[in-house]
């Protein structure tokens, strides 16, 4: 689509292709939205490393604990928590 605007300045007549607005504004709402699914990947990173980091301290407590009940359980007064 062809828009013609005239020019007050000059008294010419500016033909400004509409189609090649549209795609500038579109460009500039893919810039939002890429800086939007950026800082949403990177909460999800951070989301991810948490749920990581805690899983392992979970699991090696977990194993701690295991060998404390079957020193307990073996019938040792002595168990100590490495």
């Given at each position: 689509m062809v828009s013609i605007v005239h020019s007050s300045d000059q008294s010419r007549f500016v033909v400004?292709?509409?189609?090649?607005?549209?795609?500038?504004?579109?460009?500039?709402?893919?810039?939002?939205?890429?800086?939007?699914?950026?800082?949403?990947?990177?909460?999800?990173?951070?989301?991810?490393?948490?749920?990581?980091?805690?899983?392992?301290w979970l699991a090696n407590t977990m194993v701690a604990t295991e060998k404390a009940h079957g020193c307990y359980s073996s019938g040792e007064h002595t168990c100590s928590l490495i």
């Open positions: 400004e292709d509409a189609t090649r607005t549209a795609e500038v504004e579109r460009g500039r709402d893919n810039d939002d939205d890429f800086r939007d699914r950026m800082r949403v990947n990177l909460f999800a990173a951070i989301v991810l490393i948490a749920l990581t980091l805690f899983g392992i």
